[in-house]
């Protein structure tokens, strides 16, 4: 049975939209108004990402954003507190490292996480083995397990992450950490098929994506995009929301356009 956030992205999807997931630091600047600038400037769902003082996944930009969130004071629980009684309108995507979850331990944290008015995880340090006590946790709280695919995962593997992610399926367009890209190259579209031929699941591709030609490109082949550094990087040099809502209107619309 598809979760309420994997019903309103097949039902745009299936509707013949191309999917836009953004990424920002939670406890950055403004950083609620800068959500609900990009759900109103056409955003899909947001992706938070609660910061951690060893983010591996994650290049220099949205390293230097969560350090300067954290010298602020944000942590989960800051998190969940500025999000209760804001209302983006869209799902909304909590990105971390399982160290802060295990120190909350897993059903305190899913049960926040849900108060807070959050539909989906990403773990990236978190492999499908390895997340039994999460999801025993996060299931049955209806918070969906987002999980990621890359463009070396062999086929097999890629099947299991299929199966077992729920919302959507995350395809890492390039190796290495997160990071504009002034190309993305043809290994984006090689994986959004693979991946698109074992799921039927929504599959969004991030990493790189930072300009609207971009995003074009990526979404060709796959149901959607998520663009990340990118938007930190704007809000990192000052943006404000409605400089922010122009950049996620000029990514809508050249998706809209095709």
């Known amino acids: 049975m598809a979760s309420t956030m994997e019903t309103h992205l097949r039902t745009a999807r299936d509707a013949g939209r191309k ?26 769902a947001v992706e938070v990402g609660i910061p951690f003082s060893d983010p591996a996944m994650d290049g220099p930009v949205i390293q230097a954003a969560s350090e300067q969130a954290l010298r602020g004071g944000t942590n989960p629980g800051s998190i969940f507190a500025d999000l209760r009684g804001v209302d983006a309108g869209v799902p909304l995507v909590a990105m971390t490292y399982y160290n802060l979850v295990f120190h909350m331990g897993d059903a305190r944290f899913a049960g926040e996480m849900v108060d807070a008015g959050f539909s989906g ?47 959507y399926v995350y395809g890492v367009n390039l190796m290495g950490i997160t990071g504009e ?3 993305v190259g043809e290994a984006s579209a090689v994986l959004a098929r693979r991946l698109k031929a074992v799921t039927d699941k929504p599959v969004l591709m991030g990493f790189g994506v930072s300009t609207p030609e971009q995003a074009v490109e990526v979404a060709a082949a796959a149901d959607g995009v998520i663009v990340g550094t990118a938007v930190v990087r704007r809000i990192l040099e000052g943006e404000s929301p ?6 996620i209107a000029s990514l809508r619309a050249a998706l809209d356009a095709g």
Do not use: K, N
């Open 121 to 167: 995880m990403i773990l990236p340090d978190v492999p499908p083995e390895e997340q039994g006590p999460w999801r025993a946790a996060a299931d049955p709280a209806g918070i969906d397990t987002v999980l990621l695919a890359g463009p070396i995962t062999p086929d097999d593997r890629l099947r299991v992450v299929c199966e077992q992610s729920r919302g």
């Open 242 to 247: 409605e400089q922010l809502h122009a950049y």
């Open 181 to 183: 890209r002034s190309s």
């Open 19 to 44: 999917l836009l997931v953004p990424y920002l630091t939670g406890g950055l600047g403004p950083w609620t108004e800068h959500l609900r600038a990009m759900a109103d400037a056409g955003a899909d």
